[in-house]
């Protein structure tokens, strides 16, 4: 039985200011609609999680940066049946 952690960090892509303003404009649709769409799977997958501000900016609709979003990272909670790991990560035995 491996062991795999899992973050919303490790599942989202964080852009810079610059790197965002380089996106087209249905990029930065997509790219909203699939942060939001992580966290909701990974609440559904069980895991307890505060929504990362990240999400919280998308749903306001301000523009998400990674400048401002590093800063503000919650930590990560355990999902149901998980283990705590190393690093504020969470360990979910997977087959």
């Known amino acids: 039985m491996a062991d795999t952690q899992v973050t919303f960090d490790d599942a989202a892509i964080y852009f810079s200011a610059e790197q965002w303003q380089n996106l087209e ?5 997509i790219y ?3 942060i939001k769409e992580i966290y909701e799977t990974m609440i559904s ?4 999680i505060p929504k ?3 999400v919280s900016r998308i749903e306001r609709g301000e523009e998400p940066c ?3 979003c590093k800063k503000t990272k ?12 190393s690093k504020g990560t969470w360990s979910l035995a997977t087959f």
């Open 32 to 34: 909203k609609e699939l």
């Open 66 to 68: 990674s400048e401002y």
């Open 52 to 54: 990362p501000e990240i």
């Open 74 to 85: 919650l930590p990560e909670s355990q999902p149901e049946g998980g283990t705590v790991g």
């Open 25 to 29: 404009e249905f990029q930065k649709k």
């Open 45 to 48: 997958l069980g895991y307890r």
